[in-house]
């Protein structure tokens, strides 16, 4: 599960994640640490609390991961103050910033308190990020918390599989209103949409146990013939068993399902009891274990984050609840959580399907679709299969008929890019109709029925272009962009992002932008004739790669100018002709699509969803791969054996 936790949080990961909120904010820069060790400040709203204890043994073990792998001494300073109380937890990040932490990652007792503090944390140069609970109006480099309208959604998707797609069920909420709660009571009834489900009531119980116990009983009499319940919290849970006797006596003998947020251990009791059916959790662990890690990459990598970080959440049956609980009591949540729902054959097929074979893009993606399958195998105790299947040509009439072979199969879950978005339709809907999930990579059908498309972000992909081309060639001179079809939304987005970026500089001129259609003599011919038009051209981006087909000498000018150190270029794609033109210095930054990914992350996506109902966003962010001359060789590496399982070394390392 580490790995999959690293693809929806920090890949995002995942990503995993989540509205499209990369690249709506400007890099922040990189952060230094003042001497050979890192010390980041975890600081809980309070101590003495089993869920933040949790979370502070994530970060210790992040602390020592990170340790052991970097070299680099990395500690986890876990403070707070015993009350959640807003005035000492202000007085706690203060206290941070006087020990000279080198970042700080906070649980907010109150928005707005926390504002004053984090920016202060920020104006002293110690970058802070928050998690479980946020501050958006300060100066944090992102939220890591769970997206609580999917946890609704996750929670319909387990009671519809326990009770079936009829019958009567009630909510039970706490505070009315409460933000988090009314997502996740969102979530649920758009979860439920469709189905012939009906919510004959949500009842409230202001976050009290007793009147959450009140509550439930009162409609289990108003509603004897109940066939389900979602527990938006677990409020009359810690009641303990006997509080709620009409409640137990329908989950025990009338075939009523329940469902509920959160997995503490006493909600773990109640599933094993028979009296829950199915959890959906927040990863508390994770809440320390990941902010360690992406602080970490911000201030050793620069790396950067959407405004809001999707943390992930366990899903838990009958069927793992064992594991989970095991996991609690040991504080050890490294391993993988077995599945809530295994294939009952002990096998998971997924049909992964290019546009065209015989491509080495997809090839690689292929690579990255057998190892996932081997990795998942191993972690998950079942036999996982990529079924690798396309035709010849990038032909959409050949793509619908190997997505109706791979549903004549009788495969379990189908990743596919998508030669025509249009023409995907029918054959995508077919296979949901027929009971198996789909989903898109590289390129979408949004109007079909896949349970979400795997991609690139375009706008960030050109604002990191921006900002490698500023490092190599300085915050003035003349730049020009060459693109392929103008007006293709891919393309038209990197150039957005490109253009942002570059604005900060007003030393910085784009003096022309050139199309090729995708064409690579004409790329040749448009990038030549600029250079010819603007001899004293400083920088291009090269929004594809096209001319870079034309191999060496064939841009003769172009060359010159590079070669020479007076002229700077980067370009999208990591290919490895790309990698070569770095390697011999004319290209100087790379922008790249993780093809490997692709495959590999479809697998860990699509196991997921079909195995743990976990709901995916429309979109999910397939992450970028950065390249200069500091990493190109390893990176060419990756490509010569295909294994891009090691973690590429920084662009710019300190």
């Given at each position: 599960m580490?790995?999959?936790?690293k693809?929806?949080?920090?890949?995002?990961?995942?990503a995993?994640?989540l509205?499209?909120?990369s690249?709506s904010?400007?890099?922040?820069?990189?952060v230094?640490?003042q001497?050979?060790a890192i010390?980041i400040?975890?600081?809980p709203?309070?101590?003495?609390?089993p869920v933040?204890?949790l979370g502070?043994?994530g970060?210790?073990?992040?602390?020592?991961?990170?340790t052991a792998?970097?070299?680099?001494?990395v500690e986890c300073?876990?403070?707070?103050?015993v009350a959640?109380?807003m005035?000492?937890?202000?007085?706690?990040?203060e206290?941070a910033i006087?020990?000279g932490?080198d970042?700080?990652?906070v649980?907010c007792?109150?928005?707005d308190?926390c504002i004053?503090?984090?920016?202060?944390?920020?104006?002293a140069?110690?970058?802070?990020?928050t998690?479980?609970?946020?501050s958006?109006g300060s100066?944090?480099?992102?939220?890591?918390g769970v997206?609580?309208?999917?946890?609704?959604?996750?929670?319909?998707?387990?009671?519809?599989r326990e009770?079936?797609?009829s019958?009567?069920?009630a909510?039970l909420?706490g505070?009315p209103?409460?933000?988090?709660l009314?997502?996740?009571i969102?979530?649920?009834k758009d979860g439920?949409?469709?189905?012939?489900?009906?919510i004959v009531t949500t009842?409230?119980c202001n976050d009290d146990?007793?009147l959450?116990?009140q509550?439930?009983?009162?409609?289990?009499?108003?509603y004897?013939?109940l066939?389900g319940?979602f527990f938006v919290?677990?409020?009359p849970?810690f009641?303990g068993?006997?509080?709620?006797?009409?409640?137990e006596?329908a989950a025990?003998?009338?075939?009523m399902?329940?469902?509920?947020?959160d997995t503490?251990p006493?909600e773990?009791?109640?599933?094993?009891?028979?009296?829950?059916h199915g959890l959906?959790?927040?990863?508390?662990?994770g809440?320390g274990?990941d902010?360690m890690f992406?602080?970490?990459?911000h201030?050793?990598?620069?790396?950067?984050?959407?405004?809001?970080?999707d943390s992930?959440?366990?899903?838990v049956?009958?069927?793992n609840?064992d594991a989970?609980?095991?996991a609690?009591?040991t504080?050890?949540f490294?391993q993988?959580l077995?599945?809530?729902?295994?294939?009952?054959?002990?096998k998971?097929?997924?049909?992964?399907?290019p546009?065209?074979?015989?491509?080495?893009v997809?090839?690689?993606?292929?690579?990255?679709c057998?190892?996932?399958?081997?990795?998942?195998?191993?972690?998950?105790?079942?036999e996982?299969e990529c079924l690798?299947?396309?035709?010849v040509?990038?032909?959409?009439?050949?793509?619908?008929?190997?997505i109706?072979?791979?549903?004549s199969q009788?495969v379990?879950a189908?990743?596919v890019s998508?030669?025509?978005?249009?023409?995907?339709v029918d054959?995508?809907?077919?296979?949901?109709?027929?009971?198996?999930?789909?989903?898109?990579?590289?390129?979408?059908?949004?109007?079909?029925?896949?349970?979400?498309?795997?991609?690139v972000d375009?706008?960030?992909g050109?604002?990191a272009?921006g900002?490698?081309?500023?490092?190599a060639?300085g915050e003035?001179g003349?730049?020009a962009l060459?693109t392929?079809?103008p007006?293709?939304?891919?393309?038209?987005?990197?150039?957005r992002?490109?253009?942002?970026?570059?604005a900060?500089?007003?030393?910085i001129e784009i003096?022309t932008t050139v199309?090729?259609n995708?064409d690579?003599n004409?790329?040749?011919q448009?990038?030549?004739e600029?250079m010819?038009?603007?001899?004293?051209l400083?920088?291009?981006?090269?929004v594809?790669?096209?001319?870079?087909?034309?191999?060496?000498?064939?841009m003769p000018?172009?060359?010159?100018?590079?070669?020479?150190g007076?002229?700077k270029?980067?370009?999208?794609d990591t290919?490895p002709v790309?990698?070569?033109w770095v390697?011999?210095g004319?290209?100087h930054g790379?922008?790249?699509?993780k093809?490997?990914?692709?495959?590999y992350?479809?697998?860990?996506m699509?196991?997921?969803h079909?195995?743990?109902?976990y709901?995916?966003?429309?979109?999910t962010?397939?992450?970028?791969?950065?390249?200069?001359?500091?990493n190109?060789?390893?990176?060419a590496?990756?490509w010569?054996?295909?294994?891009?399982t090691?973690?590429?070394?920084?662009?710019?390392?300190?």
């Open positions: 580490k790995n999959f936790l693809l929806v949080s920090v890949l995002v990961l995942v995993i994640a509205p499209p909120l690249g904010t400007a890099p922040a820069p990189v230094s640490a001497d050979d010390t400040a975890w600081i709203k309070s101590l003495n609390n933040f204890e502070r043994d970060c210790m073990k992040a602390a020592e991961e990170l792998s970097t070299g680099q001494t300073l876990y403070m707070g103050s959640s109380d005035a000492e937890q202000a007085r706690v990040i206290d006087s020990q932490v970042a700080i990652g649980s007792n109150d928005p308190g004053d503090p984090i920016n202060s944390a920020i104006a140069g110690i970058p802070v990020m998690w479980d609970s946020d958006p100066d944090r480099i992102t939220y890591l997206d609580n309208y999917t946890g609704g959604v996750a929670a319909a998707n387990l009671l519809i009770m079936g797609t019958g009567q069920v909510l909420t505070v209103g409460a933000f988090n009314e997502e996740r969102r979530g649920f439920v949409a469709g189905t012939d489900i009906e009842v409230a146990i007793n959450g116990v509550v439930v009983e009162e409609t289990m009499l108003a004897p013939d066939d319940w919290g677990l409020w849970v009641a068993k006997g509080a709620m006797p009409l409640f006596e025990l003998n009338n075939n399902k329940a469902v509920a947020f503490l006493v773990l009791e109640w599933v094993q009891d028979g009296l829950l959906v959790g927040q990863k508390y662990w809440w274990y902010t992406m602080l970490y990459d201030i050793v990598n620069g790396t950067t984050f959407a405004d809001w970080t992930g959440m366990d899903i049956t009958i069927n609840v989970m609980a095991e609690w009591a504080s050890d490294t993988p077995p599945m809530a729902y295994p294939p009952e054959d002990g998971f097929t997924l049909a992964w399907i546009k065209s074979l015989n491509n080495p997809f090839e690689l993606g292929r690579d990255g057998m190892k996932a399958a081997e990795d998942a195998s191993a972690q998950f105790g079942i996982v690798y299947m396309g035709s040509a990038s032909d959409m009439a050949e793509q619908a008929r190997v109706e072979d791979a549903i009788g379990d189908i990743g998508c030669n025509d978005p249009d023409g995907c054959p995508i809907n077919s296979a949901v109709s027929a009971g198996i999930p789909t989903m898109t990579w590289d390129s979408d059908s949004p109007t079909s029925d896949r349970f979400t498309y795997l991609g375009n706008y960030t050109g604002w272009a900002e490698l081309l500023v490092k060639m003035e003349k730049v060459l392929g079809v007006g293709a939304f891919n393309l038209e987005e990197r150039i992002g490109f253009q942002d970026y570059v900060q500089y007003p030393g003096v199309a090729c995708d690579i004409l790329g040749v448009v990038v030549e600029t010819l038009a603007y001899p004293d400083d920088g291009w981006f090269f594809g790669l096209w001319p870079v087909f034309a191999g060496r000498g064939a000018l172009f060359e010159e100018a590079a070669l020479s007076e002229m270029a980067v370009a999208f290919l790309e990698l070569e390697q011999d004319l290209l790379l922008v790249g699509q093809y490997w990914g692709w495959g992350d479809t697998v860990f699509a196991l997921n079909a195995a743990n109902l709901p995916y966003p429309d979109w962010d397939s992450g970028m791969d950065i390249v200069t001359a500091n190109v060789d390893a990176m590496e990756a010569a054996t295909s294994d891009f090691q973690p590429l070394p920084p662009a710019f390392p300190e």
